[in-house]
């Protein structure tokens, strides 16, 4: 194992948090992981099939800047897309439905795992190829600036929040956008979801600066290194980074160091990742670590929470029960929604 | 009526879509303060300001994606590739993202975007210069390609794909752009989809598109002198085809040749002749021939070059063969 970075220390008392908005964020963290949970469960039973790349560990970070939006701002997510629909308002019954393939999901069942959409909630997607959803990210951004400044809408000040992992930091378009985004002064935050490991590539194999923050500032952008297990962490630097995006003052690089509790994708037998660093990690896991800090505060007593979980529970319980007795698409739809008229 | 260069033609139609909707939109390399390589976008950014006539850095598959990512939320990008090929290097977002995204958004999003610029084999500019992506592109599902020929037919072509909701690779040909034609004082529009019909005829049928048009068209001259008489379409819209104009046609001549700049394999003749054979075959006297480019990297020797592509003897030839005047 790696040495591992030293997580850099956020001091959550000072930005003390009203309950509402605690129990707000616990049950946002709680939907993710139970939705989660449950999707492995359903792969195992043969109801989802394909790539199923499960969110479990870094609940913190969808959480903790997609709750720190508004409803009209965007997001962008990557394969491991279904805690950033939930967080981004899809319904989880739409989410769990486009998992089994049906018409009532979020994609009505064109799209599966990797490929979730909403235009109503500005999820502009679930982007299966490493990389390829930050130039799409960077244009709704880029449409955000053009509204206002060359069609004069003062209203048009929607950030945009784009997400991927420690891989994609490699890649062209990760490099290519942070140009253009600094460039131009866009309203994007580029939020890296640093878990350490591509599939079986370790993070330090594969990039000659692992500490992705620092590629921020040959762009004279922020970059920001925020502990991804705590919510109230990520929250904090994503606040500061919306901020300055709809103030006009441009992106925000923002690395979250976190980890994935499970495989790549279920298909995985994650082989390559020490039991030590698995357990130093699992003994960070930000829903534990949000309780905790909620029950020190006083902001919620265990029955609270265990309110919220049971609420939660039934929630996914009855995603599934929504997804099986959905419809399947009708096969004499095959060719629709190729083009805008269908 | 005013005698326009093929260029300005292409540069009215975005002046007037742009003058029209404040969502429409330019961006590529050099599109801007350098007016683009062809000039096509010659001072609008004087007219328009930077932002609606973006210059870009040199990045195809992000801009690309960009562009995509703008569509999607409501926008109408014209994207300008300095030279078609480039856009190997965004081969992925348009594939995947501009081709594909509305599908597997299960109707989601719909992606307005245009795609232009100069393809084909020029005067010697190399093999990475010369290449005419129509084929490569046209399996991509959900993209519209259209080539257009005359300076008539780009402006209405092009006016008509900026206002389309979907997203349309739209071929300019490099040899084309200073070609001169009369165009009406008044707004016109062409129609994406319809084939058209260049000369009418009735003892075969040519199919063909972009330049090879014109090389068909001097071949014509020559046919006639010989007493044949050739109907010539202009595809316009290599995906879809347009095969109700295709079908008239065959009906009438029963003999089929495509006159293409791409290649051979897999080029977009191979897919008219499979597509012919399934529809109209009981319709055709004789096997469908296709003249195309040889299947190579198009050769910087002029000599080389010329024997690259289709030449008008050759298409003389094929046609007096098929006829049955040469054996």
């Known amino acids: 194992m790696a040495q591992e970075r030293t997580l850099p220390v956020f001091q959550a008392s000072a930005s003390a948090i009203r309950q509402e908005e605690g129990l707000m964020l616990y049950e946002d963290m709680v939907l993710g992981r139970f939705f989660e949970d449950k999707c492995a469960e359903m792969y195992y039973r043969g109801k989802m099939f394909g790539f199923v790349h499960l969110y479990n560990g870094q609940e913190a970070v969808s959480t903790g800047v997609i709750k720190a939006m508004r409803s009209d701002d965007f997001v962008c997510s990557t394969y491991r897309d279904h805690v950033h629909a939930l967080s981004a308002g899809v319904p989880a019954k739409h989410v769990m439905a486009e998992l089994f393939g049906k018409e009532t999901g979020c994609s009505r069942g064109r799209g599966g795992s990797m490929h979730l959409f909403s235009a109503e909630h500005n999820l502009l997607g679930g982007f299966a190829f490493i990389g390829e959803g930050i130039p799409v990210a960077l244009g709704a951004a880029f449409q955000s600036k053009y509204r206002r400044e060359a069609m004069k809408d003062a209203s048009a000040d929607q950030v945009t929040a784009c997400f991927f992992g420690d891989g994609t930091t490699n890649n062209g378009q990760f490099f290519e956008c942070l140009n253009m985004a600094a460039l131009w002064n866009l309203p994007i935050l580029f939020v890296v979801e640093n878990n350490k490991w591509a599939i079986g590539m370790a993070h330090e194999r594969a990039t000659s600066q692992p500490e992705i923050y620092r590629k921020a500032s040959v762009f004279g952008m922020p970059g920001v290194e925020v502990d991804g297990m705590d919510v109230m962490a990520v929250r904090a630097a994503a606040q500061t980074a919306v901020e300055r995006a709809r103030a006009g003052e441009g992106p925000t690089l923002i690395e979250c160091l976190t980890y994935r509790f499970r495989g790549h994708s279920l298909a995985d037998p994650d082989e390559l990742r020490s039991k030590d660093e698995k357990e130093e990690w699992l003994a960070r896991d930000p829903l534990k670590r949000f309780e905790a800090y909620l029950l020190e505060q006083n902001l919620a007593s265990e029955a609270d929470l265990k309110a919220i979980r049971d609420k939660i529970q039934a929630e996914v319980d009855e995603s599934v029960t929504f997804a099986e007795q959905s419809p399947e698409p009708d096969a004499a739809e095959l060719y629709r929604y190729i083009f805008a008229e269908d | ?327």
């Open chain 2, 1 to 327: 009526m005013a005698e326009t260069l093929l260029f300005n033609a292409l540069r009215e139609a975005i002046d007037e879509e742009m003058g029209r909707d404040s969502t429409v939109f330019v961006l590529g390399e050099d599109v801007g303060h350098y007016g683009g390589s062809y000039k096509v976008t010659k001072d609008l950014y004087k007219k328009y300001g930077d932002l609606r006539v973006l210059d870009t850095p040199i990045a195809e598959n992000s801009f690309t994606g960009m562009a995509v990512g703008a569509a999607m939320t409501g926008l109408r990008p014209i994207i300008e590739g300095m030279n078609m090929g480039f856009l190997l290097l965004a081969f992925n977002q348009i594939a995947n993202n501009a081709g594909m995204l509305r599908y597997t958004s299960g109707g989601n999003y719909k992606i307005p975007m245009v795609i232009r610029g100069p393809g084909g084999v020029g005067r010697q500019l190399g093999a990475e210069h010369s290449q005419r992506l129509e084929a490569y592109f046209q399996a991509v599902p959900g993209l519209k390609i259209v080539a257009c020929s005359t300076p008539y037919n780009a402006k209405g072509l092009l006016k008509s794909a900026i206002r389309d909701n979907n997203p349309v690779l739209f071929f300019e040909h490099v040899l084309l752009y200073n070609l001169k034609e009369d165009l009406p004082d008044h707004e016109y529009l062409v129609p994406l989809d319809k084939a058209e019909v260049v000369r009418r005829g009735k003892d075969v049928t040519i199919l063909t598109y972009s330049r090879m048009r014109h090389h068909v068209t001097q071949a014509v001259k020559g046919l006639e002198k010989k007493g044949l008489d050739p109907e010539v379409i202009d595809l316009i819209s290599l995906k879809p085809l347009d095969f109700e104009t295709i079908g008239a046609s065959i009906r009438k001549t029963h003999r089929v040749i495509v006159v293409e700049e791409c290649m051979r394999t897999g080029g977009i003749g191979a897919e008219i002749i499979a597509s012919i054979n399934d529809r109209f075959f009981d319709e055709l006297d004789a096997p469908v021939l296709r003249l195309s480019s040889q299947d190579i990297p198009t050769p910087y020797n002029g000599r080389l070059e010329s024997l690259t592509i289709v030449q008008p003897r050759q298409i003389e030839e094929a046609v007096e063969k098929m006829v049955g005047l040469k054996v």
